[in-house]
């Protein structure tokens, strides 16, 4: 426990972006940073001990059913955010776990408001949910094309920078009526390079036991890598608040990132500390009948 709880102090407050910080991700992070003496093997460690706090927390927090956490994991496509949710949630029952990967909106959710496919797919109390990709990509991939506006069938707009604050102001609002009504954000952002990025991508080609991740749209996305490095920046600088703040964590190794990103998880839920219900005297009262009875009910009908 010790040694997390000082992992919890090296590393999760460099990453944590102050709320009013403005952040420009090619100077302030370096995605291969593994925060000085730290090995792979260390950081297993410590993933291996926050899967346990998780189990643990995650039965207290369904047990009080007073909060629910919603995990918000970004980043460029290859970042790795499947492997994240992967290893993060691997000893976490997963009856109290939901995992939501937003793609294209369909029709249906492009007749409501940019924020009901979200609102519809949060965690229940008692519960941890997932976005892998969530609502800010209608602030950075919408912002990067913004002819996807069309298809949100808004009153005539042009989405200058006011239109992009006025969303920005949207989601921290809504994240702070969740946070009011005891959904907890954890939010990381996975921070690669480019040049880790076309490592990873040219692995998926050249295994065939990984050419089914391979996307031809993941390629063209690439072509608009600096754009997104300021939609990344833009949208970190304006949403990292006192009740959601943003993670930046460097993702060029993966070890480093899953154990981090489980470091952060325990921690918010540290702050929690949910408990188990106490009981009161006319339950144990009932369950001290209930045991005599099972004890003397030895006989089969």
């Keep these: 426990m010790s040694g997390r709880h000082a992992f919890v102090q090296q590393i999760i407050a460099p990453l944590r972006v102050t709320p009013g910080r403005q952040v420009h991700l090619g100077h302030d992070w370096d995605p291969a940073d593994t925060f000085g003496t730290l090995t792979k093997e260390f950081a297993e460690q410590r993933l291996a001990e926050g899967v346990e706090l998780l189990s643990d927390y995650q039965q207290r927090l369904a047990a009080q059913n007073t909060y629910g956490v919603l995990l918000v994991i970004q980043g460029m496509d290859a970042a790795g955010k499947d492997g994240t949710i992967k290893h993060v949630m691997s000893g976490v ?5 939901d995992v939501h990967a937003f793609k294209t909106p369909s029709a249906e959710e492009l007749s409501h408001d940019y924020l009901w496919r979200y609102q519809c797919n949060l965690p229940a ?3 941890i949910g997932i976005f892998n990709r969530s609502h800010y990509e209608e602030v950075t991939i919408v912002r990067v094309h913004p002819e996807l ?9 042009r989405p200058g920078n006011h239109f992009w ?16 009504n005891g959904v907890q954000l954890v939010k990381v952002f996975l921070h690669i390079s480019r040049d880790e990025q076309r490592r990873r991508l040219l692995s998926r080609i050249d295994d065939p ?3 089914w991740k391979f996307s031809a749209a ?5 072509q608009h890598w600096s754009a997104y490095q300021r939609a990344y920046s833009e949208m970190l600088s ?3 608040t006192r009740w959601a703040p943003w993670h930046v964590v460097p993702a060029n190794h993966k070890w480093f990132a899953r154990a981090a990103t489980a470091s952060i998880l325990v921690d918010t839920l540290a702050q929690i500390d949910p408990q188990f219900p106490t009981l009161g005297a006319a339950a144990h009262t009932l369950m001290d009948d209930a045991r005599r009875e099972l004890a ?3 006989q089969i009908p």
């Design 93 to 97: 029952n997963p009856q109290g776990v």
């Design 125 to 127: 109390r008692g519960r």
């Design 149 to 157: 506006l069309a298809h949100e069938q808004l009153p005539a707009t």
């Design 165 to 180: 604050e006025r969303r920005y102001r949207e989601i921290n609002d809504w994240e702070h009526y969740l946070c009011d």
């Design 209 to 211: 036991a990984r050419n």
């Design 218 to 222: 993941d390629l063209a996305e690439r």
């Design 238 to 240: 304006h949403t990292s």
């Design 296 to 298: 003397n009910d030895d």
